[in-house]
């Protein structure tokens, strides 16, 4: 049984990284345990599955993040196993923070902010039930973002979320930049500048923390196509809309883009993840679309499309054996 539960959790944490390898995450290591630095943990040594490491677009330095994957059956999970879990990342966090053997098992002693964990909390059977899900996740004593210390919780619902975005990000990247008429193309993550005044904002082939859990994730596609003897180049900005389908939250993400330098291209395309479906799903979709009529700029072609939605343990299990 111990044996099976173990290859159960390392089944769990290499899906989970590939599918952050996917967006260009850096797997430093992982599989070891280092010295406990706190008293106040009351443990010799902390369990570290998963270390990677990604560029971060407003940061001078990497970004560290622990990874930590559970995989159970939907009675297994509860707030109290919940709490557990997260207990077991932060504390492995607070300690990987100030502990020379981190710095020197997994770090190397690179320049990285270590002040991130995410915690994917994978339900394996057909039982997954995302309202008590989130209920157990709001009971928790770690939430995520906030505060010294960032611990991202990571359900069923925002993992095929993440595998969903991935997939149509790498079909828009091959689909666009490859391919015999391609004289030159790029595409990357779109990160709007946070000072003031405006700085340029920056393009990176990165997903970054803060993008794995915000309703609208941006990204950008200039790419010059052969037109037979001439070359046309398409400016196109790319929205992954996660906030909702209604007229409200459409307009917040049109004026977003408008704020954000979002509307200086050709071209828009929103795509929209609509995980409840539903029998009325496209006609509520269609309907929010047309309201904008009013404020969409009529020299901008907006595309609204649903996002295909992926599985996540499928997708991530196909990742693990490319």
């Known amino acids: ?18 599918l952050l390898q996917e967006f260009n995450w850096e797997y430093i290591g992982g599989g070891r345990d280092i010295d406990c630095a706190s008293r106040k943990h009351e443990r010799d040594e902390h369990g570290i599955d998963g270390y990677m490491a990604y ?5 001078s330095a990497e970004r560290g993040v622990i990874v930590e994957s559970k995989s159970k059956q939907w009675e297994s999970w509860g707030p109290s196993s919940l709490q557990s879990d997260a207990k077991q ?39 997954y039930d995302h309202e008590a899900f989130q209920a157990y996740v709001e009971s928790c004593k ?3 973002g ?6 991202l919780v990571l359900g069923n619902r925002e993992l095929n979320r993440l595998a969903s ?8 990247k091959e689909k666009h930049t490859e391919g015999d008429n391609i004289v030159e193309a790029e595409l990357n993550f779109y990160y709007p500048s946070l000072q003031e005044p405006r700085a340029a904002p920056k393009r990176r082939d990165t997903i970054s923390f803060e993008y794995l859990f915000s309703d609208y994730v941006y990204a950008k596609l ?7 003897t001439d070359t046309d180049t398409t400016d196109v900005s790319i929205v992954f809309n996660s906030g909702g389908i209604n007229q409200d939250s459409l307009e ?29 799903a496209d006609e509520t979709y269609d309907s929010a679309v047309d309201s904008l009529e009013n404020i969409l700029p009529p020299d901008k072609g907006f595309r609204f499309t649903e996002l295909p939605q992926v599985e996540y343990k499928s997708y991530a299990e196909d990742l693990t054996e490319d």
């Open 55 to 59: 560029e971060d677009p407003y940061l």
């Open 1 to 18: 049984m111990g044996e099976e539960v173990r290859n159960t959790g390392n089944r769990a944490e290499d899906r989970l990284i590939a």
């Open 142 to 144: 770690v939430k995520r």
């Open 165 to 172: 975005i991935q997939n149509k990000y790498r079909e828009i």
């Open 252 to 280: 917040f993400l049109y004026y977003s883009l408008r704020d954000n330098d979002g509307l200086d291209t050709d071209e828009v395309w929103v795509y929209s993840y609509l995980p409840n479906g539903g029998e009325n």
């Open 89 to 127: 990342v932060r504390t492995a966090l607070e300690c990987s923070t100030r502990s020379e053997d981190f710095d020197k098992k997994l770090n190397n002693y690179e320049n990285r902010r270590r002040d991130t964990a995410i915690l994917g909390a994978f339900t394996n059977d057909d039982e």
């Open 146 to 151: 906030g505060g010294p210390s960032h611990i």
């Open 222 to 228: 200039q790419k010059t196509e052969l037109n037979g």
